[in-house]
């Protein structure tokens, strides 16, 4: 949407961009520690809503972007969370919520790692504190939150198809209004991404990209894309915008400060207009520019949003801008933890560390993966390993570093990689997919059409199965079983712990066909990893307990699947010590979900059980519980006759809000508190 000429944001606008003062003060301040006091920040509480932005300075956003970002590391120190990226856009969330009519006008953040500053510019100053936390703000953009979050993300590279969507709706309805779409070059490297430019310049839809240039995702950025973005930059052009609109070919300004972009030492002609993936897809380019530069940005963007069509601009911007730890590791903070509390002596507060630095009293579950792939890759040469652009949270960096020849990270593309580990399987090597739970779904015709089908030879190391805690329902793992077991050919196992992950994972290499191992976040109980590495027999359960007497008038068969066979545990004891109840209590530990024990159940059965439960952090719907139902229904006569009463706990039809893991698992009633309670009502 164009501003009127005669509009105050107008006026304000042209005054800034040629005022000397704000091109001199241009330069942001750069911090050191995360203060642990609410800092003074007189100018940004006076912003309730971007339109108290309209009648300032350019002068005056520089100040307001310097009061923002010493906010959000105050902040950040308070409640931890997503980190670099959001002190990254910092200057570009101010340019454009200032430029924008908002909430007339549609942003949409990619991913939303970075809308941090967006929340804090909508109202939600005061509240950003409560990040991540039960009832707090969500980490990501949520349409039910605000107005201004005009598309709920989590994942990547959504925000073009959403974006033209939105624009081709407006056009349809006949609404002259700004539809400007932030993607990171990390995840532009995802196929929606392509599919979304190219089927905007089909529909010659007004749509403003613009690519976030950092370098980076969660990770350093890879591939061809990357190379093409960084030969942008070794050309030493920039393509300029006109006052009428037009790209102008110019020696682009000296902006040192993205001199680690330099990757390629070969001489390079000087480029024509048409030298960059964009301009021959068919969207006007403009760039790249310096981010961080508020007063390029206000002349640049101000011009590029009144262009008809597909127009994509590119800003360089530096991970951890104005943070100097964070400039030096933006890998480390991406995400941070919150400032541990003050220990009263003298010693002077420090920069807090990245979260990934933080000791452990017990093994992650992604390090005990990271082990076992070091350990198999040392025995056994055709073993090669895949991830989408999650190296580190996946627990690989010790391999990709050991075995270089044998790591493949394809970057954000979870439907290239699962295809990817196919084609490998046909040629007789052992791919293993890396992969968090909530990402392959992206993957999953894949999963079915270009593995399962053809019955090859693939493993899928599954992370961040279950609730995932402060990420809440964009990131939880709690589909899995649901859209894995009803696939043919495919084994999946669950471990209780550790330990057996590790052998379970071991188990799954060995077999020859389409496997999965899923396994939360975190960290376990601290089970110690026992070698040499087991091969255990598939689709066997385990019996870890029976607690109570034989004669008890009640029987209770208590099936549980991965992590939760500790929470049945002692729910059990308590139930078997309830003199009311009068119930023995087998604890089994299932440990696959398909194939299913039936033995074991037919076992149980046949020992008298009255009462089965089945215990799973897993949707019900479609579950592990699910799959007992089927068995017992449609095929144990032993079951026909005896109907012994069946309960399925796991987590109900809805989505579940973010909070810490503890305060999750209570309010689906997977705690140990809530599981009694829901045996206690099966058994009465």
Known sequence: ???????????????????????????????????????????????????????????????????????????????????????????????????????????????????????????????????????????????????????????????????????????????????????????????????????AVQQDADLLVILNDNDMSISCSIGGFSRHLAMLWESGYQVDISDTGEPMLCKRPDMQAFDRRKRHTEHRAVPQLEDNLFKAIGFAYFGPFDGHDIPELLRVLSLAKQIKGPVLVHIYTTKGKGFAPAELDPVGYHAISKLPAESHDDTPSESIEPTKQYAKPALKYSQVFGKFLCDKADEDDKLLAITPAMEEGSGMIDFARHFPERFFDVAIAEQHAVTLAAGMATQGVKPIVAIYSTFLQRGYDQLIHDVALQNLDVMFAIDRAGLVGEDGATHAGVFDFGFLRGIPNVIIAAPKNENECYHLLNTCYEYQGCTAVRYPRGTGTGAAIEQPAQVYK????????????????????????????????????????????????????????KPLDTA????????????????????????????????????????????????????????????SQTEQLADCGLDVAGVIGQLKQLLS
């Open 538 to 593: 598939i689709g066997e359960a385990v019996v870890e307990s029976v607690i109570g007497n034989d004669d008890a008038p009640h029987k209770l068969a208590l099936l549980a699947f991965g992590t939760m066979v500790a929470t049945a545990q002692q729910a059990a004891e308590s139930i078997a010590i309830d003199t009311t109840l009068a119930c023995q209590v087998h604890v089994i530990n299932m440990r696959w979900v």
């Open 600 to 659: 074991m159940i037919e076992r149980l059965l046949a020992q008298g059980v009255t009462h089965i439960a089945t215990l799973e952090e897993h949707m019900v719907m479609g579950g592990a519980g699910s799959a007992v139902n089927e068995y017992l229904l449609n095929e144990s006569t032993a079951f026909k006759r005896q109907r012994p009463s069946v309960s399925n706990i796991g987590i109900s039809d809805r989505f579940i809000a973010h909070g």
């Open 1 to 199: 949407m164009q501003q009127s000429p005669h509009s105050p944001k107008s006026q304000s606008l042209s005054a800034s961009v040629s005022d000397p003062a704000a091109q001199l003060s241009s330069l942001q301040q750069t911090y050191t520690v995360i203060p642990r006091v609410r800092p003074n920040t007189p100018l940004l509480d006076s912003i309730d809503s971007p339109s108290d932005m309209n009648m300032l300075s350019s002068a005056q956003l520089i100040t307001l972007a310097d009061e923002l970002r010493l906010f959000l590391l105050y902040s950040a120190g308070q409640s931890g969370g997503h980190f670099g990226a959001n002190l990254g856009v910092i200057e570009l969330t101010i340019v454009l919520h200032y430029l924008l009519d908002m909430p007339q006008d549609q942003i949409v953040w990619d991913v939303g790692h970075q809308a941090y500053a967006h929340k804090v510019l909508t109202g939600r100053r005061d509240q950003l504190a409560t990040i991540r936390s039960k009832d707090g703000l969500t980490a990501f953009p949520e349409r039910a939150e605000s107005v201004y979050d005009t598309f709920g993300v989590g994942h990547s590279s959504t925000s073009i198809s959403a974006g033209l969507g939105m624009s081709l709706a407006l056009r349809y309805q006949g609404r002259a209004q700004t539809v400007a779409c932030i993607i990171g070059d990390g995840a532009m490297t995802g196929g929606m991404a392509f599919e979304a430019m190219n089927d």
